[in-house]
């Protein structure tokens, strides 16, 4: 499995060359305090964009790879993938990355904490504040790997009960795909779910599945 994240190791005093920023909270989105949705619209244009999140009022998932829109949405049996920035998110987490610091895995990763394991010594080595949100971007082949799609179709107030039933679960079997994440330790509830110091989304490479990663995946170079 490659692991690419950024170098943000500076010399003198010059600026990181890349901040994770978020509008909203997962925690305040589950909760539905949300308190604006995100118009994705706003941007369009920005290269080097990465990002990801749920659509507004669970009715989806949104993920953003280097720019490229992948929207996500599931109707009783039928899974809609599209390409495109019409739509407004619930919360959303994001970093401009135009430059990745490449290192290479050789070992499969059964976890999100085998995942931990391998990444935060080559974030120290990298001059990384382990102690600051952290984009990273993976390359690999999972053996076998579940993400969720929200495809909330309720009209009722938004809230963990209808949050956790608006999830329909997909299975992925020996693919190859792309994983966008946000590492931090500071802000579960905030940019990553209140269990975990990931917040990952998935790609296949032909497009045709996306939405957000649970832990449990398993991968292998």
């Known amino acids: 499995m490659a692991i690419q994240t950024i170098d943000r190791h500076q010399t003198g005093t010059a600026a990181s060359s890349w901040c994770v920023e978020w509008f909203g909270s997962q925690g305040d989105f589950i909760a539905g305090k949300a308190e604006s949705p995100v118009p994705l619209g706003r941007f369009a244009g920005l ?8 659509l507004e009022q669970g009715r989806g998932e949104v993920s953003i790879f280097d720019s490229v829109t992948l929207i996500s949405q599931a109707t009783g049996p039928k899974v809609n993938f599209e390409t495109g920035p019409e739509y407004r998110a619930g919360f959303l987490v994001y970093a401009i990355v135009e430059n990745w610091r490449r290192t290479t895995v050789r070992t499969p990763i059964e976890n999100e904490r085998r995942f931990e394991e391998q990444l935060l010594p080559f974030a120290l080595e990298s ?16 053996t076998e790997a579940i993400f969720h799609i929200l ?32 590492y931090s330790r500071r802000h579960r509830g905030v940019s990553t779910p209140r269990d975990s110091n990931c917040h990952m989304h998935l790609r296949t490479l032909d497009n045709h599945a996306s939405g957000h990663l649970e832990p449990s995946a398993s991968t292998q170079e």
């Open 127 to 142: 001059g990384i504040d382990v102690d600051q949100p952290s984009p990273f971007l993976v390359h690999c082949h999972v």
């Open 151 to 182: 495809c909330n179709q309720s009209d009722q107030a938004y809230g963990p009960e209808i949050h956790e039933k608006a999830k329909v679960r997909f299975q992925l079997l020996d693919e190859a795909v792309e994983i966008i994440g946000f």
């Open 47 to 54: 290269e080097s964009l990465y990002a990801v999140d749920p």
